[in-house]
């Protein structure tokens, strides 16, 4: 078994995700490309831009957030010995703010994450920005705490993370 106390876990991002998400948004690009050139209506046509502009930035997101980091191999969860590292959306908490961990799984997709039940949630929300703020109360008011970790950006089986995870967690809170 392993020594959860002198161990620093760290998941990569998903590859298979980063290119499949890519590609389809491209495809998605492509699409309304085609699309636009075929109209003739002004007003339609500056309508449609909208829609190419949009999905541009939403790749050009894509690939830094997500395609890039994957692609090199970055380290999108760590577990070390003070707290846990969420790189996929720029946050950490730390284990003695950590009240439990469970699996959830997000309605209407086939992908689940890890919910981290905190003890002092104000304490959390006092580290975020404004954006992660308002998807941590979004998350709070779907699963009752403001961090999700979605595990479809991670690296490897679903249930292996969560367990090592959950495993990690069990040690940390005996040691406290």
Same mark, same amino acid.
């Given at each position: 078994?392993?020594?959860?106390?002198?161990?620093?876990?760290?998941?990569?991002?998903?590859?298979?995700?980063?290119?499949?998400?890519?590609?389809?948004?491209?495809?998605?690009?492509?699409?309304?490309?085609?699309?636009?050139?075929?109209?003739?209506?002004?007003?339609?046509?500056?309508?449609?831009?909208?829609?190419?502009?949009?999905?541009?930035?939403?790749?050009?997101?894509?690939?830094?957030?997500?395609?890039?980091?994957?692609?090199?191999?970055?380290?999108?969860?760590?577990?070390?010995?003070?707290?846990?590292?969420?790189?996929?959306?720029?946050?950490?908490?730390?284990?003695?703010?950590?009240?439990?961990? =469970?699996?959830? *799984? $997000? #309605?209407?997709?086939?992908?689940s994450? @890890?919910?981290?039940?905190? !003890?002092?949630? %104000?304490?959390f929300?006092?580290?975020?920005?404004?954006?992660?703020?308002?998807?941590? =109360?979004?998350? *709070? $008011? #779907?699963?009752?705490?403001?961090?999700? @970790?979605?595990?479809?950006? !991670?690296?490897? %089986?679903?249930?292996?993370?969560?367990?090592?995870?959950?495993k990690?967690?069990?040690? =940390?809170?005996?040691?406290?």
């Amino acid at each position: 078994m392993r020594n959860f106390m002198s161990d620093t876990i760290q998941l990569t991002y998903n590859k298979v995700f980063a290119y499949l998400t890519l590609s389809m948004l491209s495809i998605v690009l492509f699409i309304f490309v085609i699309r636009t050139f075929q109209l003739s209506d002004p007003e339609e046509i500056a309508i449609m831009r909208y829609f190419d502009i949009f999905m541009i930035v939403l790749i050009i997101v894509v690939c830094i957030k997500y395609f890039i980091p994957a692609i090199k191999g970055q380290i999108a969860l760590e577990l070390n010995k003070d707290c846990l590292v969420d790189n996929i959306r720029n946050r950490k908490v730390y284990w003695s703010n950590v009240q439990n961990v =469970r699996q959830v *799984n $997000f #309605s209407r997709s086939f992908s689940s994450g @890890i919910a981290i039940d905190l !003890i002092d949630k %104000d304490a959390f929300y006092s580290d975020q920005n404004m954006w992660q703020k308002l998807l941590g =109360r979004f998350s *709070n $008011f #779907s699963y009752n705490t403001p961090f999700i @970790i979605p595990l479809q950006y !991670i690296s490897g %089986d679903n249930t292996v993370i969560f367990e090592t995870l959950k495993k990690y967690f069990e040690v =940390r809170a005996k040691s406290e």
